[in-house]
């Protein structure tokens, strides 16, 4: 209860906050404006043909995703920078570790209160345009549900890893560290790409390797490959068919990395003097 | 019955090497069940690290503790416990009653308890006209209250309060005095930090004095300040041989310009004193006899520290 309390807290306090504000507004007009920006992409035109259709629906299914995918990740950042560091330096965590309530009940509190607030927005915004495109279409596009599923799990990753470093970190150097690491890890796939072209192997070890310090951008490939498949999936990110394999176990790794970083922010938050 | 309160050689450095600091050094104390304890000190002696340290807030370097018998950051300990730490922060974004119904949820108050708990205590802080007002548009004295209604909305039998009443106006000390005194009527532990001394003074049965990390002086108030009896004389045409006189018969002698300060030890004394300086021809403006207050208690005791 005192975890679930503090949870509920969290996602309200979290709620109200300008940067969720301005972001959730954002995501609306995303939400207004993504057929725009869709069609004056080149793929699949809607032609009448049935097949046709499906294929288009897909394909502005797997554009918005796109979308929501990386929203959902910077909201994830900018709404987790100070989750603990800055309540420890405003003092208003003082009154909450002196209750009867284990430490880790605070992290792990925390950590759900953004978890269901960007897990809900991820899957809110996902459904509406699930549900557009299903009308539009006239058929259920259920490929969406496992691309939409990974893009949640990428949401939690990054709210994961910011609240770690929130443990420890004021919430700028939090900010640059995440950035870096997101930066980072993403460009990985063109290092990857470069070691397959000339058949390196330590350099596709080595990029492979990396790629696992924050496995968000290979998770959201996955994402795009289950729903358009390798062919549009490389298109939509743009990289050459030849080096596009995401590997499918990083989903599994995923959410022992979301595992992790969350137990690691309770070990550093354990014995942390609060002032 | 366990003691409220059992530190043995509790100690908090800060830095490392040349700049090592040590904030708390080897803190033994006890405070039975019941006592309202007033720790006092001058700016940075330790006081607050000390209560941090017992709240678990910050860890000691070494020397350990017990709350309510059990060992520090026992939860089901802080079940009882309350806490209202310095210049309290707010989560402000809440109401009132929804602060005080948070707060009730961490401690693990059942739901049929919490709204019954909540209105008991906005009341008992004077605050159960503003339950429906975001915290974020309270006076200081105010926010001071919710402080510490949320440090007893468990009702506890162990209670810390670091400067209660820092930001209050003399109403609002003086109802903290009177929460503090029904508290203890009720047999509640009270751990009062204050810079306040007759605050203390007026609501504690047990006092300690820390300077520098270091307990100096520690025992019931009345046994500290009661036994110590002083005269506030002022005097004109008082010869030397009256005062070496005065100065033999009583403990202490303490002049200042005009006025003299004589610590007598007991009250037969101050009548010797009043009778001796009458009878030498000296004419008395002011004889004043009174008890030694606090603030001379623990200026002493500082003094002697340093």
């Known amino acids: 209860m005192k975890t679930w309390a ?32 869709n069609s004056s992409r080149s793929g699949p035109a ?11 629906g897909r394909d502005f299914l797997g554009f918005a995703l796109g979308g929501i995918n990386f929203m959902g990740m910077m ?11 800055s309540e420890v330096e405003k003092g208003t965590i003082l009154a909450v570790v002196t209750k009867p309530i284990h430490r880790w009940q605070i992290i792990f509190g925390k950590w759900l209160g953004h978890a269901m607030l960007m897990g809900g927005y991820v899957m809110v915004m996902g459904l509406v345009l699930w549900i ?17 599923l990974l893009v949640c799990l990428n949401v939690l990753a ?118 | ?21 040590k904030a708390v050094d080897a803190l033994e104390l006890t405070v039975g069940q019941g006592e309202v304890f007033g720790f006092l000190g001058p700016n940075g002696a330790g006081k607050t690290t000390t209560v941090q340290m017992l709240m678990q807030i910050i860890f000691s370097t070494s020397g350990s503790g ?60 004077g605050l159960s006209d503003s339950a429906k007002s975001k915290i974020r548009t309270f006076s200081k004295g105010m926010l001071q209250r919710i402080g510490i209604g949320q440090a007893i909305i468990n009702e506890p039998k162990l209670l810390f309060l670091d400067e209660p009443t820092s930001a209050l106006d003399p109403m609002g000390r003086r109802d903290v005095r009177d929460l503090i005194l029904n508290l203890r009527e009720a047999g509640t532990t009270v751990f009062l930090n204050s810079h306040l001394l007759s605050e203390v003074e007026m609501t504690c049965t047990q006092i300690g004095i820390l300077n520098k990390g270091k307990l100096v002086r520690v025992g019931d108030m ?39 300060k004589v610590i007598v030890r007991d009250e037969e004394q101050v009548k010797m004193l009043a009778r001796m300086i009458m009878d030498s021809g000296a004419e008395i403006r002011q004889f004043t006899p009174r008890r030694q207050q606090l603030e001379e208690v623990f200026l002493q005791s500082i003094e002697e520290s340093n």
Request: proline share 3%.
């Open chain 1, 75 to 85: 909201l994830a950042i900018f709404t987790t920078l100070g989750a603990i560091y």
């Open chain 1, 6 to 37: 503090l949870a509920i807290f969290t996602l309200r306090e979290t709620l109200r906050t300008r940067t969720m504000i301005v972001g959730l507004a954002i995501s609306f007009l995303y939400l207004a404006f993504v057929p725009v920006l």
């Open chain 2, 66 to 125: 017990k709350l309510l018998g059990k060992p520090l950051g026992d939860i089901s300990a802080r079940e009882k416990i309350g806490y209202l730490p310095e210049l309290f922060q707010f989560h402000d974004f809440l109401r009132a009653d929804e602060f005080l119904d948070f707060h009730a949820r961490l401690y693990g108050i059942s739901a049929d308890l919490r709204a019954g708990r909540v209105a008991a205590v906005l009341k008992l802080v």
């Open chain 1, 158 to 275: 990054m709210v994961s890893i910011t609240l770690f470093f929130s443990s420890f970190m004021p919430v700028i150097s939090n900010a640059i560290f995440v950035f870096m690491l997101f930066i980072f890890s993403s460009n990985l796939r063109i290092i990857n790409a470069i070691g397959q072209t000339s058949d390196n192997i330590f350099i596709i070890t080595i990029a492979n390797g990396l790629r696992m310090l924050l496995p968000v951008s290979e998770v959201s490939d996955l994402a795009n490959l289950s729903l358009l498949g390798k062919i549009r999936a490389a298109e939509q990110v743009g990289a050459e068919l030849d080096t596009f394999a995401p590997r499918i176990w990083t989903f599994g790794y995923e959410i022992l990395y979301i595992g992790g970083a969350v137990f690691l922010a309770t070990l550093v938050f354990r014995r942390k003097d609060l002032r």
């Open chain 1, 46 to 56: 809607v032609v009448g043909d049935m097949e046709m259709t499906i294929a288009a």
């Open chain 2, 1 to 21: 019955m366990p003691a409220a309160i059992e530190i043995e050689g509790l100690t908090k450095v800060y830095g490392y090497g040349a700049e090592e600091v």
């Open chain 2, 222 to 260: 009345e046994s500290m300040i009661q036994p110590t009896l002083c005269v506030d004389i002022k005097v004109d045409g008082l010869s030397e041989e009256t005062l070496e006189r005065v100065r033999d018969l009583v403990a202490s002698v303490e002049i200042t310009g005009d006025d003299m």
């Open chain 1, 132 to 148: 557009t495109v299903s009308i539009g279409t006239g058929t259920v596009l259920w490929r969406f549900i496992p691309a939409i």
